[in-house]
């Protein structure tokens, strides 16, 4: 095991599997020269070349048009966009093609292409540059949709986004790049899509979250178990597709779930990990599931307000309280 950055890691699983996979490509804005806007790509110029590696024109429904064709005709790219909140700018090519292009050819064709992504709110970035933008692509069949919380999930989920036939969603939360964890150093550590992990076992209460926030909700356990409140922590890891199981094994087993998100509250993840434990284990629940996301509001600039729009560690702390007291 190393101990490595959430950026240390994945710039490691990008030099295992370039190293490993010839056909492998990576385009971006500022991933070259200036080696990724994060540092993420940081020493792939050096080490694989421009052939390889390349910087791209300001033009992310052309990048991403670009590298699924290029996937089409046998590369195997992963491309950055340099925000996830320009990705909307690719959404035709997104939705339209890297999604369907399989099913429309009736398998005859794969799609191995991974789009990395930073995203997240806290920066203070305000409303153009703060989004949660998560649900647009699970909504979309045909998307797989990973989002790590910790180093060496970043290192074994973006070696398995890479090695997948199929087009891959990867988000990277902005405030998590500097996060330090162990990380295996078997250039074969993979983690499944679709697995989710159990992150704090415990016995009154599962709350489900993932990338940044399974972080908050591993601080909110800790307190909580100063009061005598034991929660066990589920981070879902991968969103599409999603672990259903483990999450509903674990609200059975606990009667009471509270999900954390931090994209917009209407419509968002939460709505979703809320209905199915609601179909699936409602008359184990000792209490309502309890929702704990993003305000339905543009991102604010002012530090002060942009922080009372994302759950923060208090917030997860009070809704847990709230469903052990009966207060919904």
Request: negative net charge; hydrophobic residues 40%.
């Amino acid at each position: 095991m190393s101990v490595l950055t959430y950026r240390d890691a994945l710039n490691l699983a990008l030099k295992e599997e370039m190293r490993r996979d010839p056909s492998m490509v990576v385009w971006g804005e500022d991933v070259a020269l200036y080696e990724g806007s994060f540092k993420v790509t940081r020493g792939l110029l050096a080490e694989f070349g421009e052939e390889r590696v390349k910087d791209t024109p300001i033009s992310e429904n052309t990048i991403v048009g670009v590298a699924v064709g290029a996937a089409m005709g046998g590369l195997r790219p992963v491309i950055e966009l340099m925000t996830v909140n320009f990705a909307l700018l690719a959404m035709d090519q997104i939705i339209n093609h890297m999604a369907k292009i399989r099913s429309m050819f009736g398998g005859q064709t794969f799609l191995p292409m991974t789009i990395r992504m930073p995203g997240g709110g806290g920066s203070q970035l305000a409303a153009q540059h703060s989004q949660s933008l998560e649900t647009y692509f699970m909504h979309c069949p045909g998307l797989r949709v990973l989002y790590p919380a910790t180093p060496s999930d970043a290192k074994g989920l973006l070696k398995t986004a890479i090695r997948d036939n199929n087009p891959v969603i990867f988000l990277e939360h902005e405030l998590l790049y500097n996060s330090k964890g162990e990380v295996p150093e078997d250039p074969e550590f993979l983690i499944p899509a679709g697995q989710a992990e159990i992150k704090r076992p415990g016995e009154h209460v599962t709350i489900v979250a993932y990338a940044r926030m399974t972080i908050l909700a591993l601080q909110a356990a800790e307190e909580l178990e100063r009061d005598g409140i034991s929660c066990e922590v589920v981070d879902l890891r991968s969103l599409a597709p999603l672990d259903e199981e483990t999450v509903i094994a674990s609200a059975t087993r606990t009667g009471r779930a509270v999900v954390v998100d931090e994209c917009w509250r209407t419509c968002g993840l939460g709505a979703e990990i809320a209905s199915r434990i609601f179909e699936r284990c409602f008359d184990r629940l000792q209490a309502p599931v309890k929702r704990v996301s993003g305000l339905d509001v543009p991102m604010p600039y002012s530090r002060k307000i942009e922080r009372i729009c994302i759950p923060q560690t208090e917030t997860i702390v009070q809704a847990v309280k709230d469903v052990m007291s009966g207060r919904y």
